[in-house]
């Protein structure tokens, strides 16, 4: 062991990680693959092995998904995007960004708790909407879908096994349901990377944005993402990834997502978020349907319109028994007020979400 006192200050210096340094390898990783696939095959070993499972793991990746994308922005923009890499790690968030310093490559930041809670979220509120009749489906569904909202997406926590087990309990062996969140979930993760790499883009051929109207730029990469997406799902299949057509509305449902989140900090903790330089989720969402409905989209859209009406009757009922259960003071319970004051004062300043 060294003398501390005959150690050079050059020498220890560098223990100081840089900004680039926290961005592209920050966070740590709770991810267990195995763990995963055990508990797909104690509850859905009727549909799958685990063969398949790893192929399917191999096939669908973040990965994989930002190759994809990278491929589109060239395709469609002129742009190479192979400076551009992603951090995929838990830093108890739901935000996705990009860091962009102009001098390492760009980091594309997309949380592990996004990736886990987007699959549990679009799970739930799909169960909840084909046996909204049932009082003990609709019961577990807005419990999970509010623990989602409280526990997980404000608070930051990643679900543990008997979190995941009790969701699995709730829709085994409802292949149909599996398929429609798995397929929304690859499609909100391709607008998400997708909206992260437009920025680069902007950034690339020099858009400039005017202080008095900084929330142009998210306007702008909402609507080169999901050009990207529907040019993806229009093409059917790009290097093995399907993107389903009636998938098409899922990025209306990412936004709908962080809605309910801001939705639940403000009935439960009463917090409010102003963001100068994000437009309104509701101005974002009514530009998606406007680009959608362009003639050069051609897709068949009976099959998402019937599932994102199946949804939005969820989402509003979601919010109807929230604000409900808050004034009869039936969410007392849940509610960590301390935790949520401290989370508040760690975030004064940043973006909720990108």
Same mark, same amino acid.
Request: negative net charge.
């Given at each position: 062991m060294q003398d501390k006192?005959?150690?050079?200050p050059c020498e220890i210096k560098y223990a100081v990680p840089s900004y680039y340094d926290i961005?592209?390898?920050?966070?740590?990783?709770?991810?267990?693959?195995?763990?995963?696939?055990?508990?797909?095959?104690?509850?859905f070993s009727e549909y799958f092995t685990e063969e398949q499972l790893q192929a399917n793991?191999?096939?669908?990746?973040?990965?994989?998904?930002? #190759?994809? =994308?990278?491929?589109?922005? *060239?395709? +469609?923009?002129?742009?190479? %995007?192979?400076?551009?890499?992603?951090?995929?790690?838990?830093?108890?968030t739901i935000n996705s960004y990009i860091y962009n310093d102009e001098k390492n490559? #760009?980091? =594309?930041?997309?949380?592990? *708790?996004? +990736?886990?809670?987007?699959? %549990?979220?679009?799970?739930?509120?799909?169960?909840?909407?084909?046996?909204?009749?049932?009082?003990?489906?609709?019961?577990?569904?807005?419990?999970?879908?509010?623990?989602?909202?409280?526990?997980?997406?404000?608070?930051?926590?990643?679900?543990?096994?008997?979190?995941?087990?009790?969701?699995?309990?709730m829709v085994a062996d409802d292949l149909q349901i599996l398929q429609l969140a798995e397929d929304c979930y690859w499609t909100v993760?391709?607008?998400?990377?997708?909206?992260?790499?437009?920025?680069a883009y902007l950034a690339n051929i020099g858009k400039k944005y005017t202080r008095e109207h900084p929330e142009k730029e998210e306007f702008d990469a909402d609507e080169i993402a999901y050009h990207i997406v529907l040019k993806i799902i229009m093409d059917?299949?790009?290097?093995?990834?399907?993107?389903?057509?009636?998938?098409?509305?899922?990025?209306?449902?990412?936004?709908?997502?962080?809605?309910?989140?801001?939705y639940t900090d403000r009935i439960l903790y009463k917090t409010f978020f102003y963001n100068d330089t994000?437009?309104?989720?509701?101005?974002?969402?009514?530009?998606?349907?406007a680009i959608v409905d362009r003639d050069e989209y051609i897709l068949d859209t009976r099959e998402g319109n019937y599932l994102y009406r199946g949804f939005n009757e969820v989402y509003k009922e979601y919010k109807i028994q929230t604000v409900l259960k808050?004034?009869?003071?039936?969410?007392?319970?849940?509610?960590?007020?301390?935790?949520?004051?401290?989370?508040?004062?760690?975030?004064?300043?940043?973006?909720?979400n990108d």
């Open positions: 006192e005959n150690i050079e961005y592209k390898s920050g966070g740590s990783t709770l991810k267990d693959d195995q763990r995963g696939m055990r508990l797909m095959l104690d509850y793991m191999q096939r669908y990746n973040l990965e994989n998904m930002l #190759a994809i =994308v990278k491929d589109y922005f *060239l395709k +469609e923009y002129g742009y190479v %995007a192979t400076n551009i890499e992603l951090n995929n790690r838990y830093q108890r490559p #760009a980091v =594309v930041h997309i949380d592990e *708790l996004l +990736e886990s809670t987007m699959m %549990a979220f679009l799970l739930a509120m799909f169960k909840w909407s084909k046996d909204f009749d049932n009082l003990e489906v609709y019961g577990n569904c807005y419990l999970y879908v509010l623990f989602l909202m409280n526990d997980v997406s404000i608070l930051g926590e990643m679900q543990g096994e008997d979190a995941n087990r009790e969701l699995l309990e993760l391709a607008f998400s990377l997708a909206h992260e790499v437009a920025h059917k299949e790009a290097r093995g990834i399907v993107l389903e057509p009636y998938t098409y509305l899922a990025p209306m449902m990412y936004m709908d997502f962080f809605d309910m989140v801001y994000h437009p309104a989720l509701k101005k974002r969402k009514s530009r998606l349907f808050m004034e009869k003071g039936k969410l007392t319970k849940i509610l960590r007020t301390k935790q949520r004051e401290e989370l508040k004062e760690m975030m004064k300043g940043e973006e909720y």
